[in-house]
């Protein structure tokens, strides 16, 4: 996830006149989605068990183990992918079928700063605001309310596309190992150099990023991160990263913008030792920082301003700096950074989950993003484990088999034993728990509402 950005409504005012759907309530299309389906598939839909959670800007999505799609929070852009512009909906929908999408058939998603992606049966779909063409649908300006396949007439249709990432305004995706980048590129973040600056340097279709003589190889491509203006791939074990580079968000020691992928920095120091030489096995990036896990440890660097590199200071990096181990006032050790299975950046916080299923957050908890049970303007430079959560609809979190955590705009979302629980600022309902507005923030992890 990355920061927040204020786009005009204007445009899509226009839009939801327009589509077949809006005319639709809301609910009504929910129903007919849900009637639409088997006996078996319905069983699934009443009480269905989650894989992966993404949360974009004040909105969220939830993939299901039987490949179903539910997103819940802002919808302005249709980002939902409901077949509607409702403003907002504070409890998860389903996706609907569209343009050949089938929900149901999902093995990827992601959610950007207000648009969604999405792989089904191998094709990448995406929907939302397509201002700049992030949507891939080869025509920028046309937002939608639901999916439209990437790269209608092109490449995309080979049906082997296995990962997509969506950025504020930029996508790209991993196609036969091949990273591919499409949207907005002012800064360079598409890999394709820099024409003009501004949303006119954007790109309606998917384009390979190009190789780098002596350094990047677009193949064998593992991971692929898409944030604010920048983006990062890891190729033949690898990290790499391009685009804005105003916060030293690319690692490579130097703050200089570059549209071709730029190496991350290896080093040496006394905390440890950070190789990039083919051990990287997660990279995550938001508005001005990135953390990685290279040999199950978790290093970060960019923007600390708030603690959100988890070094135990507020000294911003523009080269990996290790994240720190936390210790209890007793000296007890409450964070060790080992064992590091996955990593989520939001705007101003970090969180990771551990291999004993263990989730932990650092940062700002201005909302309660961090899951503390509590709300300062305090930084949090240090790791903390996530509070137990209260019971709610007869079920608790408890911090033990946690699978996926994602970090966004002041709020997490995180799976644990197949149920999402999120936790943090509630304006527009990206919780998920049917509730929005004033009063309605999570300060312990709470579990969503399915209708």
Same mark, same amino acid.
């Given at each position: ?73 802002d919808n302005h852009y249709g980002q939902l992918g409901t077949g509607s512009y409702t403003e907002l909906s504070d409890q998860p929908k389903l996706v609907v079928d569209a343009g050949g999408f089938v929900n149901g058939h999902v093995t990827s998603i992601t ?61 790209c995706a991993v196609e036969k190992s091949q990273v591919f980048c499409w949207g907005n590129n002012g800064w360079g973040q598409t890999g394709q150099p820099v024409s003009k600056q501004g949303p006119s340097a954007s790109s309606a279709v998917p384009a390979p ?68 030489d083919g051990h990287i096995t997660d990279v995550a990036a938001a508005s001005g920082h990135v953390c990685a896990v290279e040999d199950g440890q978790a290093w970060c660097w960019g923007n600390n301003d708030q603690g959100q590199l988890g070094t135990g200071s ?48 650092? #940062?700002?908890?201005?909302? @309660? !993003?961090? /899951?503390? =049970? %509590? ?9 903390? +484990? ?42 527009? #309902?990206?919780?998920?728990? @049917? !509730?929005? /507005?004033? =009063? %309605? ?9 399915? +209708?």
């Open positions: 996830m990355r920061k927040r950005h204020i786009v005009p409504l204007a445009v899509i005012a226009l839009m939801a006149a327009a589509s077949v759907f809006a005319v639709l309530h809301f609910d009504e299309l929910q129903e007919r989605i849900y009637d639409g389906r088997k006996a078996s598939e319905r069983s699934a839909l009443k009480d269905p068990v989650f894989a992966d959670v993404e949360t974009g800007n004040f909105f969220a999505c939830g993939l299901t183990t039987s490949g179903y799609v539910y997103c819940w929070g959610t950007g700063d207000f648009h969604t992606c999405a792989v089904s049966d191998g094709t990448a779909y995406c929907w939302g605001n397509n201002m700049v063409g992030q949507l891939g649908s080869a025509s920028a300006g046309q937002t939608s309310n639901v999916p439209v396949p990437v790269d209608p007439s092109g490449s995309f249709l080979s049906k082997e596309v296995s990962e997509i990432r969506a950025g504020y305004m930029h996508t990023v190009p190789n780098v003589p002596g350094g990047f190889v677009n193949s064998d491509i593992s991971k692929v991160a898409a944030a604010d203006n920048f983006s990062c791939a890891v190729s033949l074990g690898k990290l790499y990263c391009w685009g804005n580079n105003q916060s030293g968000q690319l690692g490579n020691g130097s703050f200089e913008m570059s549209s071709q992928p730029s190496l991350v920095k290896s080093l040496s120091g006394t905390d440890g030792s950070f190789k990039n507020l000294v911003s990096s523009i080269e990996p700096a290790l994240v720190k181990d936390s210790l209890s006032t007793e000296g007890r050790v409450m964070f060790a950074n080992k064992d590091i299975v996955g990593i989520s950046t939001g705007i101003l916080h970090t969180c990771l989950v551990n291999s004993s299923g263990k989730s932990f957050c650092w #940062g700002n908890n201005v909302h @309660g !993003e961090l /899951g503390r =049970g %509590t709300v300062d303007t305090e930084y949090h430079p240090v790791p903390a +484990k996530v509070a137990e959560g209260r019971r709610q609809r007869g079920i608790a979190f408890t911090n033990s088999g946690v699978t996926r955590v994602s970090a966004g705009m002041g709020s997490t979302c995180l799976v644990s034993a197949g149920r999402i629980f999120c936790f943090g600022y509630n304006s527009r #309902g990206q919780l998920g728990t @049917g !509730e929005h /507005g004033p =009063g %309605t923030d999570e300060h312990l992890p709470a579990v969503i509402k399915i +209708k």
